[in-house]
């Protein structure tokens, strides 16, 4: 196409993203959720980082990792939103070929540390509940933070390569991504090299970071169900059940989204769809995650009353 710019060596410089479509309001309105989720989503996400900071009854693993989750989503939706705020807005938006593998990688980057960071909060529960004469001595501090970096080390080793397998490929002709933003599966079908390579590195790549970690929260659960059932009181049973629920509705809606973005079969499925499909994965799990753990949480929302009051009784003492 003549909107395709290229070097002297006939290699793509910028991409364009499609929007979808073009009528004005709906895009309008678009725009605007999209922005209000946004806006929601950091607001609520520094919410909870803030709360779990200067809040000593929040100082334990448990909320040390979801802190840590917050900081991903902030991370996550920020990475994404404003440019497809720009995307919604616009027709054919550019991007440039080293943005759009910079998004890639730090999506990717992101994504991959969630899941690690998902499955070390299956671990906690596990030992809290299965273990809970141990767990103070186990999940120490030291403890918390080298598991929280080690899915961050493994997370960015893992995206260097499927990134650095993109990087190798070709694209010198069409340059238009109808999606949202840059992902793997839109951009190696734009590429005019052998892809098979990559595309393989990437699905051996997707045990250690999916799978794997995956069945370990399904096995972790397995061991937690199998000791709460012991548990003789229903009272006893549905307390320790409630340490666990908003991990595991927040482990239920992140995977859900990713395999039905990845795995169902789109031989059929329209663009329309993808899109609201990455939508979800992209937006709404960040939006979701903070009102999961503040609205299931009675610690979250007895700090969150305590932070009301304190701020009440503040603004009466200027007065």
Request: hydrophobic residues 45%; proline residues 3%.
């Amino acid at each position: 196409s003549a909107s395709t710019q290229t070097t002297h060596k006939g290699n793509v410089t910028t991409f364009l993203f499609l929007g979808f479509n073009n009528n004005a309001v709906y895009n309008l309105l678009l725009f605007t959720l999209v922005l209000i989720i946004y806006i929601v989503t950091i607001c609520g996400n520094c919410l909870i980082i803030m709360l779990v900071y200067y809040s000593k009854t929040l100082h334990s693993p448990m909320y040390f990792f979801l802190s840590q989750l917050s900081v991903s989503d902030i991370m996550l939706i920020t990475d994404i939103s404003p440019n497809m705020l720009n995307i919604v807005l616009h027709e054919r938006t550019s991007i440039s070929f080293s943005g759009c593998i910079t998004q890639y990688y730090v999506f990717s980057l992101i994504e991959g540390f969630e899941c690690f960071l998902l499955t070390v909060m299956s671990y906690d529960r596990y030992l809290a509940i299965c273990f809970p004469l141990h767990y103070v001595s186990i999940m120490k501090q030291t403890l918390c933070i080298q598991l929280v970096l080690a899915s961050w080390i493994v997370s960015c080793s893992v995206t260097s390569i499927s990134t650095l397998g993109l990087c190798q490929l070709e694209f010198c002709g069409p340059n238009v991504i109808d999606h949202l933003f840059c992902d793997f599966n839109p951009l190696v079908e734009l590429s005019c090299s052998d892809t098979s390579k990559v595309q393989t590195e990437v699905t051996v790549l997707c045990f250690p970071v999916l799978i794997l970690p995956f069945l370990v929260i399904v096995i972790s659960y397995t061991y937690i169900v199998s000791a709460i059932l012991k548990i003789s009181s229903f009272s006893g049973r549905l307390k320790s059940f409630s340490t666990c629920s908003s991990h595991l509705t927040v482990v239920v809606i992140f995977y859900g989204t990713l395999l039905s973005a990845y795995l169902i079969p789109k031989k059929g499925q329209s663009q329309m769809i993808n899109k609201i499909m990455s939508l979800l994965y992209t937006v709404f799990t960040p939006f979701v995650n903070p009102f999961i753990y503040s609205l299931r949480n009675k610690e979250i929302k007895d700090n969150l009353k305590m932070l009301y009051i304190n701020k009440r009784l503040f603004i009466q003492n200027l007065w």
